[in-house]
């Protein structure tokens, strides 16, 4: 049997849901996921921040400027 067969046949067995929440795994797997989340996240965040600022240069608003009606 090679490789490509033992994989196939892991990846439709239920049971890697079994070992995938055992308690010797989420120990380490919840930390991770929250990790890449959060940075994600950011990244989001300075891509839409980015987006904005360069919207509002060629508009022709000067993005560092503070708003004055305030």
Do not use: Q
Not at 26 to 46: Q, R
Request: hydrophobic letters at 50%; one cysteine or more; aromatic letters at 6%.
């Amino acid at each position: 049997m090679n490789s490509f067969a033992i994989l196939a046949d892991a990846a439709d067995s239920p049971r890697w849901l079994e070992l995938v929440t055992r308690p010797e795994v989420m120990v380490f797997a919840v930390p991770i996921v929250a990790i890449v989340c959060g940075i994600g996240y950011k990244t989001v965040v300075a891509i839409i921040r980015h987006r904005e600022r360069m919207a509002k240069i060629e508009h022709g608003i000067d993005p560092d400027a503070r708003d004055v009606l305030k």
